[in-house]
């Protein structure tokens, strides 16, 4: 298509399960002025299949679909930079094909754009596990400070869904996502492009059904996904270091810095104390920021100080004590009982 009005822009990986579901519901929206772009980035299972074998029962969108094949498997950053590059409407739109929209999503988007005049339009969504949907209601704020803060902070989400973008606005400012950094990638974007948003609008429906029981998502824990976190802190603290809102924000970048760096203290499986002290040393201070329980804040504070032998020495004695506890309960449910007090 030439110059659609929106280009609907959907990844394609290891979603055999849920790619008809999702295209249906593409397909299916009520607005025409569409031009639907999948990119398929080599995923291994049969989903590009089912894709094709569900376009035939839509004759009159065939015309509006391209299918984008990767030569070899590049991860989702590389994959949403295709769909740019490759997206000839006014407005763009990524939907996860693990995910559903309601048909009417990108009518009301757009609508709102034309009529608010805005680079981005956001609306609810619902979090769909299997057996049930949760509600979220949200909106960024107007102050470009406290927007900034907000979803630096993730106090607002930073999901590349949902959100409906005007195409200048990655062009102007010359945004594309880091090639490599495959989780937060879409945190460092929206972080870009909210930044460089003039005017924000919101349809005040939930409108995206985002599925959180997909095992072949990218945000399973690994060392890699480590990795990425921390290296889109690293990229969005040299953005906007260069900002006049640098001020304003680091108190939220530190506290994502230190959140990010956890995992080398809490999780053993990743237990590397001298990680921890070379990655945002800056940020140790930052676990003040949060409420978080005495027995955190007592390891955070040491690791601050660099008492990484006494931090491991309360998490053996956490580690004992929810053994004990456990056996407890397992003892009760087979109905043992304390012996009586034996008589004096």
């Not at 956001?122 to 400070?145: G, N, R, T």
């Not at 950094?181 to 930044?195: G, H, Q």
């Not at 399973?220 to 990229?235: C, G, H, P, W």
């Not at 800056?282 to 040491?302: G, N």
């Amino acid at each position: 298509m030439n110059n659609p009005k929106v280009s609907v822009l959907v990844p394609i990986y290891g979603v055999e399960k849920y790619i008809e579901r999702c295209a249906r519901s593409l397909f299916e929206q009520t607005f025409e002025d569409i031009e639907y772009i999948f990119v398929n980035d080599c995923t291994p299972d049969q989903s590009v299949e089912i894709l094709k074998n569900t376009l035939e029962e839509y004759k009159t969108v065939k015309s509006k679909v391209r299918i984008i094949q990767h030569d070899k498997n590049r991860g989702i950053a590389a994959v949403r930079n295709t769909c740019i590059e490759n997206a000839n409407g006014i407005y763009t739109l990524f939907v996860d094909s693990d995910d559903k929209v309601e048909k009417n999503m990108v009518e009301l988007l757009f609508n709102k754009a034309i009529k608010e005049n805005a680079e981005i339009v956001s609306c609810q969504y619902y979090f769909s596990y299997i057996d049930h949907e949760e509600l979220k209601e949200e909106f960024f704020p107007k102050d470009l400070h406290q927007r900034m803060f907000n979803i630096i902070s993730l106090n607002n989400s930073a999901f590349m869904w949902r959100l409906l973008i005007k195409k200048e606005l990655y062009t102007n400012n010359k945004l594309r996502f880091i090639d490599g950094i495959n989780v937060a990638e879409d945190y460092i974007m929206v972080s870009k492009l909210l930044y460089y948003a003039r005017r924000i609008s919101y349809v005040d429906e939930p409108l995206y059904h985002y599925t959180k029981y997909n095992p072949q998502n990218y945000s399973q824990l690994s060392i890699r996904n480590i990795e990425d976190r921390i290296n889109a802190a690293k990229e969005l603290d040299l953005f906007f270091r260069a900002s006049a809102i640098y001020d304003h924000i680091k108190e939220a970048l530190d506290g994502r810095k230190f959140i990010i760096k956890t995992v080398f203290i809490l999780n053993n499986d990743y237990e590397d104390f001298d990680r921890w002290k070379r990655t945002f040393p800056e940020s140790d201070y930052a676990w003040r920021l949060f409420y978080f329980r005495f027995d955190y804040k007592i390891i955070y504070w040491l690791a601050e100080k660099h008492m990484f032998k006494c931090i491991r020495l309360i998490k053996i004695a956490k580690s004992t004590l929810s053994k004990i506890n456990h056996l407890l309960k397992r003892l009760n449910a087979l109905g043992w009982q304390e012996p009586a007090a034996l008589p004096v």
